[in-house]
């Protein structure tokens, strides 16, 4: 089974450049959530998706994070403008739906972004 | 809003040596789910080992266990004959049982484990 893929693994910017990122699932996993991992820190989760509609987005900063999820399958997360403090580690995770709990979040190998 | 601690930014230990791992969480609800995730350099979050709150028993999981003390609101994770595989970063992580669908990890700081040769 493919994991969750993500591209691209590194991107350098300058500062109030725009930057997008992209996240395709495992097959089949109708939940999708975007992490911010800041060096040092834990992930903070930014947004979740289930299917193609937002569950959850109240920590994404949205004068300047965007994320859609076209037909229920793979994300973007874009930055515009970006800001020295968005450096960090953006970290793509999908699960299946719903069930009993307890289910699995399975993580991609995650984008490094360094803004200048 | 609920948070996770861990209160120990690196741990070293012996190759082939026991070793636990700290972590705190502050929550006012009843049900929840605890998860152990490993970050190696790679940045592949890994996971590690789950625990339900309704659930008294600890979990293992070969050579990882949790120490899981609801009243304390403590889940420490313990790794035995630990191996240089298990060096990485290790995140402590909750996630509710009541988000309605929202069920996003909270996690900690994580610790960073160094095993000794």
């Known amino acids: 089974e493919a994991g969750v893929a993500q591209s691209p693994r590194y991107k350098i910017i300058e500062k109030r450049q725009s930057v997008a990122f992209w996240c395709n699932p495992i097959?089949?996993?109708?939940?999708l959530y975007w992490y911010q991992q800041i060096l040092g820190q834990g992930p903070k989760l930014l947004i979740q998706?289930?299917?193609?509609?937002?569950?959850?987005d109240s920590q994404l900063p949205k004068d300047r994070f965007s994320a859609e999820r076209l037909k229920g399958v793979d994300s973007t997360l874009k930055i515009q403008p970006a800001k020295l403090e968005d450096s960090a580690v953006y970290l793509c995770?999908?699960?299946?739906?719903?069930?009993?709990?307890?289910?699995?979040?399975?993580f991609g190998p995650g984008t490094r972004l360094t803004v200048t | 809003a609920q948070t996770v601690t861990q209160s120990q930014p690196e741990m070293s230990v012996q190759e082939a040596e026991t070793v636990t791992l700290s972590c705190t969480y502050d929550?006012?609800?009843?049900?929840?789910?605890l998860f152990w995730y490993k970050q190696p350099p790679s940045r592949q979050m890994i996971l590690v080992i789950r625990?339900?709150?309704?659930?008294?028993q600890n979990a293992t999981e070969n050579r990882f266990s949790v120490n899981f003390q609801k009243a304390a609101k403590s889940f420490s994770l313990k790794i035995s004959d630990s191996q240089l595989g298990d060096a990485a970063m290790y995140f402590c992580a909750y996630r509710s049982a009541y988000g309605g669908g929202a069920d996003g990890l909270t996690f900690g700081k994580g610790t960073h484990l160094i095993i000794q040769p």
């Open positions: 998706f289930q299917n193609n509609g937002v569950v959850d």
């Open positions: 929550t006012s609800e009843s049900d929840y789910y």
């Open positions: 625990q339900e709150a309704y659930k008294q």
């Open positions: 097959s089949g996993h109708a939940t």
């Open positions: 995770a999908s699960s299946l739906r719903r069930l009993a709990g307890g289910y699995e979040q399975y």
